[in-house]
């Protein structure tokens, strides 16, 4: 079995295991859909951050945008539809996001990761205070999350269904994209961008279609978001959650394997949810944890190794399967 | 008249830049020495706050200010020894990852101690009220915080620039390597700065307590305006924060006096204006450490 | 407490009983675990914000609710059941709503209550209409959750903007601070801010004020010297304050700090926020739903009671409502024998009138579900005539007076709320 096989089958198989395992534990359908929306935009994120080497603090605004334009898109365009807003809103995100990154795009590391800052920032003000577009304050609300054919998706499980078999299409297409001779090029930039320069590559080029397409994942994710919660709000355009985004993507191990930020996703959602249960004050303990999971854990340390130089043979990996 | 306006606000600006300082300049000192981005620097700022507003009633309102930025520079240690000092060599995310977890503890830590209601804080009436120069009309604290800020900012630069300990740190900025390599530990003058970069946000929260409110959140409220201000300034440059906080002030107090609900988006675009026309900042200086 | 009852048993609660009586007839076999499911304690699920911005009124709210349940649990709870609170933070929207819809998946909740902030209280409206579930939201103010957003499972206990407003205006009127007066306002950039504003305007036209300035800031606004600046240009006779959470106290410390003499009101603060803005840092008439020193025997009750359970801790609004907001549900589950949804929202809907510890009862309004009630100003006493924050505010008049009709104060049915 190829490693590509071997992911694509766990993949498969978490999915179809998650709803039941969360119930087992006292959680629920819609907290499984929450993880496998979150691994979305988080695999989206990491064809930034993890393949090509780009720090975004921005996706929260493309996650946010994302429910935006598929809620306005299905509210005044396209009644009791799914599928359509949310090609929509993909179509959209990407031709902004195309915009965007081709001004930000022209500046490297940290001053990158600070442009997108910028931008997150811009886009929460707006959406917090454009009213009469977004709701402001009170969010956005009044849509359904329609049908599919005869399928009524009001029901936990099946909007749960749908929306893993997006996030395994996601997975299925990353997947290819990674292992393509696009993808190759992608880590050839984030190993050594100059190296890629001289061999010919556009960099420019391979690097706005990489932005592109991560925000674009992200942006459906962040249209599921919405039709599962019935609502879209300014928060999920926030700073905050550019931050807890990356945090999944980063305790994942971001190089380690695609799958990696569903690894952190998983983490992030599970402790925050069974500590917020048990005591009120979870975010202390949340914190204390994630602090040690950041100092302590190999795997987020050989993200760091490789990008330091330090790090040799242990932490150089080829290609992430 | 309109233009008297005008030139007033432009006057509130340079005084607002004071106050920009005071949130900004530990973030930049600890950011452009260290490499790391602190996003705990509101735990800080807001634990400095709640020092002084629990001393007052101790010490005086005066006493209270000098004391909580000391104390918390000396939390400042442990902070440095435990948690940054193995970040130093690192990719910046994973400081900021770090500290992202560490303001969290700061937040709820407050919450924990000190309860989730907001406290009070008074101005005492010595310090209280306007002075009139003129046609301006200028707030008597602030002022004194501008002095304050500007005392600040002297002897920091003296001992940047002055003293055979800011010449081991302007090397260890440039290239920590050779600084190693002639055999000076760079460790305690880290710690040093780190305690300068905390205590200083436990001035700003002091120095706020009584013109904010104080309240376990009140970090974030601040940490972000602390950035812009350190990104347009650039990084690694000490007049660059300095400049940028005018900036910052006098174009956001000239846009209140026009497009007043524009005020805070003022401030992103400028930011994003700058670091398009000049990718550092004003004034930032090439760091390969933040451009790979 | 002196409880007016409207109505009996409604048609649907006696069909209900007639119901359950026939099925325990039918199978004799469940009739057991019927009688111990009668046993099992009322789940009530709470979700208000503990952490950020909001979490300073949250922690007031639980103890106001923990209070209630405590006592109500004490005295033999409600027929026989005890009332058991499980409590979360709600952190977010996203997160209020899949934990609310945990909270009836999982731990079978009977009621879900709390909320401050409006867009949290629209997700978990969302949740609780969609599984037909019941849903006091006791803190949010904004006006959509009274009219478009409205939901046949949504009661609203917190007094909306428009009332805010109406009773600093009665107190204004009443010191002639109104009439012929040039008003600058100050509001903060969002909905609530713009709901405050719009009903403040009304308010100034229907009352011959001048509005000369009238200025948005952003949310995340914490300097106003700017602004302070512009009011001190433009010599306004009173400067009036539409700002929403902590911008308030921001604003009130550094008036103070510049030492302007023009004085302020304002169409919203909350006590906890109140008394953060210290001692001689403010004056002015400001709005409130609650305040400690109301002169009713069940107010002074409650405030002796939450000083003791909470270690002298002065009890807030937020504390207050959601302390008769359980006392609300109690009285609904013992009227409809049980925890029937259905059944409670016929019940409250009668307009059934419930003993709130001020002088009028109150009722929800059938038409928007909001609790119409008394509302009231309070002013700040002049300096040295208090010696901490927790008496430096006098409660005003009630508004409306005692032979006004209470909804005279509130909205009226604009046929937006469809129910």
């Known amino acids: 079995m190829s490693s590509k096989t071997r992911t694509l089958l766990t993949g498969a198989i978490v999915l179809c295991l998650l709803p039941f395992v969360f119930q087992a534990i006292g959680l629920t359908a819609t907290t499984a859909t929450m993880v496998v929306i979150l691994c979305i935009a988080t695999l989206g994120l990491n064809v930034l951050m993890g393949y090509t080497g780009l720090i975004s603090f921005g996706h929260a605004a493309w996650f946010g945008m994302g429910g935006y334009a598929a809620a306005l898109l299905q509210k005044n365009f396209l009644p009791d539809q799914l599928i359509l807003p949310v090609i929509g809103s993909m179509i959209i995100i990407a031709a902004m996001s195309a915009i965007v990154g081709w001004f930000i795009l022209r500046r490297r590391g940290v001053y990158f990761a600070l442009l997108t800052l910028a931008f997150t920032a811009l886009v929460y003000t707006v959406s917090y205070r454009w009213t009469a577009l977004t709701g402001g304050e009170d969010g956005l609300g009044g849509f359904t999350r329609g049908f599919i054919g005869p399928i009524d998706l009001a029901n936990n499980f099946t909007y749960y269904a749908v929306v893993a078999v997006i996030g395994f299409g996601v997975l299925y297409a990353l997947l290819r994209l990674v292992h393509s001779p696009f993808g190759t090029v992608l880590v050839a930039i984030r190993e050594n961008q100059l190296r890629a320069e001289f061999q010919g590559y556009d960099v420019q080029r391979y690097k706005l279609i990489a932005f592109v397409i991560s925000a674009t994942v992200t942006g459906l994710a962040g249209a599921l978001s919405g039709f599962l919660h019935y609502i879209v709000t300014a928060e999920s355009t926030s700073i905050e959650f550019s931050g807890e985004l990356m945090a999944m993507v980063v305790i994942g191990g971001m190089h380690a394997h695609i799958l990696g930020p569903g690894v952190g996703v998983l983490f992030y959602i599970l402790f925050r949810e069974l500590f917020s249960i048990t005591t009120s004050n979870w975010m202390f303990w949340f914190g204390l944890i994630f602090i040690a999971f950041v100092m302590y854990l190999p795997g987020v340390s050989s993200a760091s190794a490789r990008r330091s130089g330090a790090g040799s043979g242990r932490f150089r990996r080829k290609a992430p399967p | 008249m309109q233009l008297f306006f005008l030139f007033e606000q432009i006057v509130n600006g340079l005084v607002l830049a004071g106050y920009y300082l005071l949130i900004a300049l530990g973030l930049s000192m600890i950011f452009s020495v260290g490499g790391i981005v602190n996003l705990a620097h509101g735990g800080f700022y807001a634990l400095g706050a709640y020092l002084a507003v629990t001393l007052t009633p101790k010490l005086g309102f005066v006493p209270a200010v000098v004391a909580s930025p000391l104390l918390i520079a000396l939390l400042g240690i442990l902070f440095e020894r435990f948690i940054l000092q193995r970040f130093y060599r690192e990719d910046p995310i994973l400081s900021l990852l770090v500290t992202f977890g560490l303001a969290m503890v700061a937040e709820q830590a407050i919450r924990m101690i000190w309860g989730a209601s907001p406290l009070s804080q008074v101005l005492p009436s010595f310090l209280k009220g306007g002075v009139e120069i003129g046609p301006l009309l200028f707030s008597k604290y602030r002022l004194i915080m501008l002095g304050v800020v500007i005392a600040l900012l002297a002897s920091i630069w003296l001992l940047l620039n002055r003293t055979s300990f800011g010449r081991v740190i302007r090397a260890g900025i440039q290239n920590p390597d050779m600084v190693g390599a002639l055999g000076i530990r760079l460790q305690p003058y880290m710690t040093t700065v780190v305690m300068i970069g905390v205590g200083l946000a436990a001035v700003g929260g002091a120095l706020f307590s009584p013109i904010t409110t104080v309240h376990p959140a009140m970090g974030s409220e601040i940490l972000t305006i602390a950035f812009i201000v350190v990104i347009i300034g650039g990084l690694g440059s000490f007049w660059g924060v300095v400049l940028s906080a005018i900036l910052v002030g006098v174009v956001r107090s000239v846009t209140v006096q026009y497009v007043p609900a524009a005020a805070d988006a003022s401030m992103y675009i400028l930011m994003f204006l700058v670091l398009l026309l000049r990718p550092r900042g004003l004034l930032g200086e090439r760091m390969v450490k933040f451009e790979s | 407490m002196d409880i007016e009852r409207k109505s009996g048993l409604s048609r649907r609660q006696v069909l209900k009983t007639g119901v359950g009586a026939g099925t325990m007839l039918a199978a004799g076999i469940a009739a057991p675990t019927i009688l111990r499911a009668q046993e099992k304690p009322i789940v009530l699920g709470h979700l208000v914000p503990l952490t950020g911005f909001l979490g300073t009124l949250g922690q007031y709210a639980i103890n106001g609710l ?106 204004l009127k009443q010191q002639g601070m109104v009439d012929g007066k040039r008003f600058f306002t100050i509001t903060s950039d969002y909905v609530f801010g713009h709901d405050l504003l719009k009903a403040a305007k009304a308010f100034f036209a229907a009352n011959n004020a001048e509005l000369i300035g009238d200025e948005l800031v952003p949310t995340e606004a914490t300097d106003f010297s700017a602004n302070i600046l512009k009011i001190r240009q433009a010599q306004p006779d009173i400067v009036c304050l539409n700002l929403g959470g902590n911008q308030v106290t921001n604003f009130l410390k550094q008036y103070a700090e510049f030492g302007l003499s023009i004085p302020t009101v304002g169409f919203n603060l909350n006590t906890a926020d109140a008394w953060a803005a210290g001692m001689g840092n403010f004056g002015g008439v400001w709005p409130t739903v609650w305040f400690d020193t109301i002169d009713t025997s069940g107010t002074q009750q409650f405030v002796a009671d939450y000083k003791a359970a909470y270690s002298g801790e002065v009890p807030e609004n937020h504390a207050w409502i959601e302390y008769i907001a359980g006392k609300i549900l109690a009285q609904a589950f013992e009227a409809v024998g049980g925890t029937d949804n259905e059944a409670i929202i016929d019940y409250f809907e009668s307009e059934v009138e419930f003993d709130i510890l001020k002088n009028r009862p109150a009722y929800f309004r059938k038409f928007d579900h909001q609790l119409i009630q008394e509302a009231y100003s309070f002013s700040v006493k002049s300096e040295g005539t208090y010696t901490s924050v927790y008496d430096m505010l006098e409660l005003g008049e009630v508004v409306p007076a005692p032979d006004v009709a209470l909804e005279s104060i509130y909205p009226a049915d604009t046929g937006a709320c469809k129910l």
């Open chain 3, 66 to 171: 923990k209070l209630a349940v405590d006592q109500i649990s004490a005295a033999g709870g409600v027929n026989g059941r005890k009332i058991e609170i499980i409590a979360e933070d709600s952190i977010n929207p996203e997160t209020a709503s899949a934990k609310a819809q945990r909270m009836i998946e999982r731990d079978n909740v009977d009621v879900l209550i709390g909320e401050i902030s409006s867009a949290s209280a629209l997700a978990i409206a969302e949740v609780a209409t969609r599984n037909r579930k019941l849903f006091i939201a006791t803190g949010p103010r904004s006006d959509v959750l009274r009219a478009e957003r409205c939901s046949r499972y949504m009661f609203c206990t917190d007094i909306p903007n428009a009332v805010m407003v109406n009773a600093v205006g009665t107190a």
